[in-house]
């Protein structure tokens, strides 16, 4: 099944929160960098994308440099294509640079993207970058795995991109938005979602953010029979939730009733649980929450998880 286009942000901006939707157009008036840090699928691309196209509709102009997906051969070489697109810039025709996942980018390229930052800047051309992160780059600067100065460079303002789970009056428009995109692309007419169906998803955990409930309303259309969209179509349960998620919040007995240690309560049996399933392999863990082995580590270490 295709996949979305991330620059296309006309429909699926109107699902983030009032406060992201007020900030974007604020941080479209300069060219203040701006990093964005926030956990994998959580919509930072689309803020990026969204933050480019309030002032400018030229999507030639919006240029990644995805540190995930890319080898360092790859990187330089589309590094060094950005380069050549910037200087050939005319006027005050704007330009925006989105560095993705820059927690990953190589310490090589990390000076050669400082350099070509303190250049930019001293030419005056009309040029956004925005960083995105999935880690602490803090952390990393302490343990000499990034550029302390890089950083100050990145992060004129920093936006902190809540998880899917926090923001759960935005799952509901971010489903149907889904629902149209493949009803458009499949030509399978789902109407709409049976009874039940927008609660389900109101209710998940959702580990993977956007990306998971992406995957969910494919899983939907590819089992699902139309005219609507039920509940039973996303698989939930076995996806690692439904009933457990009931029983673990029944089974908690918390002193403690405020909402981050009820989370964070969840999140150590739910991720206890993936670990026992498959033999305390990280990296495989790490695949079936759909988060980076790093965060696994983080997270073992951030709950206390032991093994039994």
């Known amino acids: 099944m295709a996949e979305i286009n991330t620059n296309d942000t006309s429909e699926v901006k109107q699902s983030f929160s009032s406060e992201i939707k007020r900030l974007i157009p604020i941080l479209a008036q300069t060219t203040a960098s701006v990093l964005l840090s926030g956990e994998k699928g959580s919509g930072k691309s689309w803020i990026a994308s969204a933050i480019h196209q309030s002032v400018s509709k030229n999507p030639k102009n919006f240029l990644e440099l995805n540190c995930k997906s890319s080898s360092e051969t790859a990187l330089s070489q ?37 350099d070509f930052l303190k250049e930019t800047m001293r030419s005056g051309k009309n040029v956004k970058f925005i960083s995105s992160a999935e880690e602490n780059l803090e952390a990393k600067i302490s343990s000499g795995l990034f550029l302390e100065e890089l950083f100050y460079k990145i992060n004129s303002v920093v936006l902190n991109v809540p998880p899917l789970r926090q923001r759960r009056e935005e799952i509901a428009p971010l489903a149907e938005y889904y629902r149209r995109l493949y009803c458009s692309q499949t030509g399978f007419n789902f109407t709409g979602f049976g009874e039940g169906a927008l609660a389900a998803l109101e209710n998940y955990f959702f580990a993977g953010n956007i990306d998971e409930l992406k995957n969910l309303i494919q899983h939907a259309f590819i089992v699902g029979e139309l005219p609507l969209i039920k509940a039973d179509d996303f698989g939930l349960s ?5 009933s457990f998620c009931e029983a673990t919040a029944r089974d908690l007995n918390l002193t403690d009733k405020s909402l981050k240690t009820a989370l964070d309560a969840f999140k150590k049996e739910y991720v206890t649980r993936i670990l026992e399933e498959n033999g305390w392999n990280q990296t495989k863990t790490a695949k079936i929450l759909g988060i980076q082995r790093t965060y696994v580590i983080r997270l073992i270490n951030e709950l206390h998880i032991q093994k039994k």
């Open 238 to 242: 076995a996806a690692g939730c439904g």
């Open 78 to 114: 589309t590094l060094s294509k950005i380069k050549t697109q910037i200087s050939q810039l005319s006027g005050l025709e704007r330009c925006t640079v989105f560095v993705s996942c820059i927690n990953l980018m190589p310490s090589f390229l990390q000076s050669q993207l400082l």
